[in-house]
């Protein structure tokens, strides 16, 4: 069972900084691309950052370039979103998805596995 789970949101002010997290077992981590989305009530999901497992690839939104960047950790079976200059419109639903397959690997609907979420806000 694909198992993820995202932690690290919380409220912020303007300027500041913080780090998601998006911890999953050995069996999901072995899934060959993971992204962070997110998601304001009445908008489409984002799509913010992605990886490939093996660090050949990396995308970031036009939103977020120059201000998040996304990486992860084999030993912990974790990957990051670190996310600086934050701004009063990067609030929102931070979640992290999977997949094995990239076909589109930045792309809300090419993703099956998706984590419960985690609230960024910033004021």
């Known amino acids: 069972q694909v198992q993820l789970v995202e932690s690290g949101g919380d409220s912020v002010q303007a300027g500041g900084s913080l780090r998601l997290s998006c911890t999953s077992d050995s069996l999901t981590y072995s899934s060959n691309c993971m992204a962070w989305f997110r998601q304001v009530p009445g908008k489409e999901r984002e799509g913010v950052a992605a990886?490939?497992?093996?660090?050949?690839?990396?995308y970031y939104g036009d939103s977020v370039k120059g201000r998040f960047t996304i990486s992860q950790d084999h030993a912990k079976y974790t990957r990051y979103l670190q996310m600086n200059s934050l701004k009063p419109e990067d609030t929102a639903m931070y979640y992290c998805a999977v997949e094995w397959r990239c076909t589109e690997p930045t792309a809300a609907r090419a993703y099956n596995y998706w984590g419960q979420g985690t609230q960024v806000t910033v004021s």
């Open positions: 990886i490939y497992r093996h660090g050949d690839f990396t």
